[in-house]
């Protein structure tokens, strides 16, 4: 086959494209440069996609011995990606940009041009399996519990999955390091990239005030007492306790969490611990990875809401529009806006976006 490598300058993506080019397959590599300033997205370790990650693309690149382009992504990128990011915290919301960034860069756009081009598909680094049933690909989680990335990836439609190539699904991350010396890969050494890249401080909160404005408001109870003042709801989410700017303790000594965010009125709501228990969620906007639910069945599987969280045993019914998910336990914390990802096992059935908790 004829393939696109995505390769973010890190190790993971370096090695899969190797293990493609092995394999016989016409690899290409392609790095993405998804800001039109990289100054201004994060560096070194801390961040992915900036300038020293496209050198160090480059450089494995022609140690495997591939052809190497770097791919302007900036306007897709900030549409898809940053705006969205924006728009969900100004609306009280607390999205997973990496979630945005697979589903509108690395497996839409990037996909779409790879077969424009005449590609076949496009390998990347990420951790999970595809698995050919009845000649089908279905995504499953991969091997390494450690780096499952199937959360970051069941943003996917069947087409999406169809193109995508993860040659690490099988492999430990240890493993894929040990690789990558042994190829005598400049990014075996590489540490992981995280946090949001294009926030360059790390600091969340400052970075949406500079973008939306200080917009000071009300820090109140559950029944309306006002407790402090914030600069903007905005840069708070659910279930944080750190940073409130509260000093009136409660009077058994327990610390405050946000429990709601009301973008309309600006205000913060706080209370105790115990009120951030959910056992219910509904997602919008869902998206199969397999084959669709029949509408308003009634199925068992797992249900997991954060990227590095357990998958929480649950039932879960497709209405139509949106799924409906019931826990078998509590949960504590969960914003909407965050990615809701369904299990059967470690079979992916699908995702959506947290609209509505109880």
Same mark, same amino acid.
């Given at each position: 086959?004829?393939?696109?490598?995505?390769?973010?300058?890190? $190790?993971?993506?370096?090695?899969?494209?190797?293990?493609?080019?092995?394999?016989?397959?016409?690899?290409?590599?392609?790095?993405?440069?998804?800001? +039109?300033?990289?100054?201004?997205?994060?560096?070194?370790?801390?961040?992915?996609?900036?300038?020293?990650?496209?050198?160090?693309?480059?450089?494995? /690149?022609?140690?495997?011995?591939?052809?190497?382009?770097?791919?302007?992504?900036?306007?897709?990128? !900030?549409?898809?990606?940053? @705006?969205?990011?924006?728009?969900?915290?100004? =609306?009280?919301?607390?999205?997973?940009?990496?979630? %945005?960034?697979? @589903?509108?860069?690395?497996? /839409?756009?990037?996909?779409?041009?790879?077969?424009?081009?005449?590609? &076949?598909?496009?390998?990347?680094?990420?951790?999970?399996?595809?698995?050919?049933?009845?000649?089908? =690909?279905?995504?499953?989680?991969?091997?390494?519990?450690?780096?499952?990335?199937?959360?970051?990836?069941?943003?996917?439609?069947? @087409?999406?999955?169809?193109?995508?190539?993860?040659?690490?699904?099988?492999?430990?991350?240890?493993?894929?390091?040990?690789?990558?010396?042994?190829?005598?890969?400049?990014?075996? *050494?590489?540490?992981?990239? !995280?946090?949001?890249?294009?926030?360059?401080?790390?600091?969340?909160?400052?970075?949406? %005030?500079?973008?939306?404005?200080?917009?000071?408001?009300?820090?109140?109870?559950?029944?309306? *007492?006002?407790?402090?003042? !914030?600069?903007?709801?905005?840069?708070?989410?659910?279930?944080?306790? =750190?940073?409130?700017?509260? +000093?009136?303790?409660?009077?058994?000594?327990?610390?405050?969490?946000?429990?709601?965010?009301?973008?309309? +009125?600006?205000?913060?709501?706080?209370?105790? #611990?115990?009120?951030?228990?959910?056992?219910?969620?509904?997602?919008? #906007?869902?998206?199969?990875?397999?084959? #669709?639910? *029949?509408? *308003?069945?009634?199925?068992?599987?797992?249900?997991?809401?954060? /990227?590095?969280? /357990?998958?929480?045993?649950? @039932?879960?019914?497709?209405?139509?529009?949106?799924? #409906?998910?019931?826990?078998?336990?509590?949960?504590?914390?969960?914003?909407?806006?965050?990615?809701?990802?369904?299990? &059967?096992?470690?079979? $992916?059935?699908? +995702?959506?976006?947290?609209?509505?908790?109880?």
């Amino acid at each position: 086959m004829k393939l696109i490598a995505a390769m973010s300058g890190g $190790v993971d993506s370096a090695v899969a494209a190797a293990r493609a080019h092995d394999a016989g397959h016409e690899v290409v590599g392609v790095h993405l440069a998804l800001s +039109s300033n990289p100054a201004k997205y994060r560096s070194g370790a801390r961040g992915c996609c900036t300038i020293e990650d496209s050198h160090d693309a480059a450089r494995a /690149a022609d140690m495997i011995g591939i052809p190497f382009y770097i791919w302007d992504m900036a306007a897709e990128f !900030h549409a898809g990606v940053v @705006e969205d990011f924006i728009a969900e915290y100004a =609306k009280g919301r607390t999205p997973n940009p990496c979630l %945005r960034c697979n @589903e509108k860069i690395k497996f /839409a756009a990037v996909l779409d041009r790879a077969k424009a081009l005449g590609f &076949d598909g496009v390998i990347t680094g990420h951790y999970a399996r595809l698995i050919e049933v009845e000649n089908q =690909k279905v995504m499953y989680r991969a091997v390494d519990p450690q780096k499952d990335q199937s959360y970051v990836l069941a943003v996917l439609n069947q @087409e999406q999955i169809q193109g995508a190539h993860f040659p690490l699904g099988d492999s430990l991350k240890i493993d894929v390091r040990k690789e990558a010396k042994a190829r005598g890969l400049y990014v075996a *050494n590489k540490p992981d990239s !995280h946090d949001i890249c294009f926030v360059p401080s790390g600091n969340n909160a400052g970075w949406l %005030r500079d973008k939306l404005g200080s917009a000071r408001g009300e820090i109140v109870d559950e029944v309306g *007492n006002v407790l402090g003042e !914030h600069e903007g709801a905005f840069t708070y989410t659910i279930g944080q306790r =750190k940073g409130l700017g509260i +000093s009136t303790p409660l009077p058994n000594g327990e610390p405050r969490f946000v429990l709601k965010i009301e973008p309309t +009125s600006n205000r913060v709501v706080v209370g105790t #611990k115990e009120k951030l228990a959910i056992q219910e969620i509904e997602g919008e #906007k869902p998206i199969w990875c397999g084959e #669709k639910p *029949n509408i *308003n069945t009634t199925y068992q599987g797992f249900a997991q809401v954060r /990227a590095h969280g /357990a998958a929480l045993p649950c @039932e879960y019914i497709y209405d139509g529009k949106a799924i #409906k998910v019931k826990l078998n336990d509590s949960l504590l914390g969960l914003a909407t806006g965050q990615g809701l990802v369904i299990y &059967d096992q470690d079979r $992916v059935v699908g +995702s959506a976006t947290v609209s509505t908790t109880a």
